[in-house]
Each structure stands twice: as C-alpha cells, then as structure tokens.
C-alpha cells in the first residue's frame, strides 16, 4: 500500500518535505528551500505511483473516490481533484454511471491522440501499414540523445510506410530502447493488426503517456518520393516526435514525413 501523504492542515512542517521529496515538486537545489505541493497533487502523485507500478492495469477499474479517499486518509474532493487532472492528462478515463478506468492504446478514442493527421474528406481512419526494415542496431548519437541512452547502446529500428485506403502518405522511422523493446520483430509487428502503441502497451508493459514534436515543411528527396509515390520536391511535413512513458522517461523517437495532398494536420488547442 502506498504510503499516507502529510496532511498540511495537520503538520505543515511535514507537508512541505513530503512534497518537496514528490515527484510534482520542484527540485530543490543547493541555494533554493523545498516548494511546496497541495495535497491533490500529492495524491495524484501517489495515484500515478499506482499505474506506474502495474497495480492497475491499462483498461482495469480503478478503485472509488470513497475507497481511495478511505486508502489515503484525505477527503473525497482531494481525490476527485487529483483523479480530474489524471483524466486531463489522459491517463485515466471516466466512464458514466461505471467508474474511472485506466486509460489503455486499444481504446479506440486513443488511436489519433498521437497521429494528428486527418483527411480533408471522410471520417477518420487507422492506416494500414507495410513494414521496409526492422532491425537491431547501435544507436546514433543523436538519437541516443533523444532517447536518454548512451552512445551505442542498442535500439530497434523501423521503418514503414503507412496507406490509407491505398494511398502512401506517411514514412516513418522510429527508434526504440532496446532493452525495453527485447524481441520486438518484423514478425510480430507484421502479424499485430491493432496500433503499434497498443502492441507496446500489451507485450512490452510500455505505454506512451505524452509526446514532445517538432513540425518543419521539407521537399521530398528522391527516396522518399518513391515510397509516396509522388514527384521529387513535393511538398512534405516533416515531424520529429519524442514519447515518454510514466516518469518523463523518453521510450520512442519517431521521424515521419507527412503528404498533404488529401490529409491535413489537426490540432486542438484548449
């Protein structure tokens, strides 16, 4: 059972270490004093330790407000408050009338939360993808980088080519940790018909909570240009994106190039 937070209104003295020691807190350095955290945030944070820890599941039922209010020995409206801002961050779902569940990639509403790329007519739809490469390798420094890895510690590289209703639009190379990734193939990526992220979350006990992106225009070079299918120096988006899993730990880097002529990227901002 995870431990109980202080409570400031008992012993503000405590609350303030407690939060400082929290991973919402701010890191104190050698000239700054702890900072402190409002108690939903550090049942948040004891919530969160939950998840990251597997005690519940991606898809499961996570426990009531009453019973997590009981567990942590706080109100029900600091969980609540807790619980609203792990569902803002889209990592816990509510559900009307059954309760808040663990928010998982095989959700079909999780599909385009990391693949913005809409078509300027129809509805919606997962591509179809054909799998170029699948490969062990060293890394690359920059991509070891990215990756918080050392120079030369092994990741899995991809490349595919992604259609939607036949048409080429989106290539894509993405490198993963190695070691988290252990006995991720061409085989089983070929054979898994659901989103690759769903595939991560189920096999590899990885799931992508947030993405940091870069989008820059670029003109196709000559390879690309094949593999979509249209004239060298057409027009490209071209993203960088770097997602994280629980603990800010960064678990894929992915680069794509984008064809516009029948999509558009889409995002909301609030």
Not at 9 to 38: D, K, V, Y
Not at 58 to 86: C, W, Y
Request: hydrophobic share 40%; with cysteine; charged share 25%.
């Amino acid at each position: 059972m995870n431990p109980v937070p202080p409570n400031p209104s008992q012993n503000p003295a405590a609350a303030t270490t407690g939060a400082a020691a929290g991973p919402t807190a701010a890191s104190a350095g050698p000239s700054s004093s702890p900072t402190f955290s409002p108690l939903y945030q550090q049942i948040k944070a004891l919530i969160t330790q939950s998840l990251q820890s597997g005690e519940w599941k991606p898809g499961e039922l996570i426990p009531s407000e009453v019973e997590l209010a009981n567990r942590f020995k706080v109100s029900q409206g600091t969980v609540r408050k807790a619980i609203d801002e792990l569902a803002a961050e889209n990592l816990v779902m509510r559900r009307q009338g059954k309760g808040t569940f663990v928010s998982t990639h095989h959700e079909a509403r999780a599909h385009f939360r990391f693949l913005r790329l809409m078509p300027d007519e129809g509805v919606p739809h997962y591509p179809e993808s054909r799998f170029i490469e699948v490969k062990r390798m060293r890394a690359p420094a920059d991509v070891a980088r990215l990756l918080d890895l050392k120079s030369g510690d092994a990741v899995i590289f991809v490349k595919r080519v992604q259609y939607f209703d036949g048409v080429p639009t989106i290539v894509e190379e993405l490198w993963l940790p190695g070691l988290t990734f252990e006995g991720l193939t061409a085989e089983r990526l070929v054979e898994y018909k659901g989103p690759m992220y769903g595939l991560f979350e189920s096999e590899f006990g990885t799931r992508m909570i947030r993405a940091a992106e870069k989008i820059r225009a670029v003109c196709a070079d000559a390879g690309a240009a094949a593999l979509l299918q249209i004239a060298a120096g057409t027009p490209l988006l071209c993203s960088e994106r770097v997602s994280f899993t629980y603990g800010d730990k960064p678990v894929e880097l992915r680069r794509g190039l984008y064809s516009t002529e029948r999509h558009h990227y889409q995002n909301d901002l609030n």
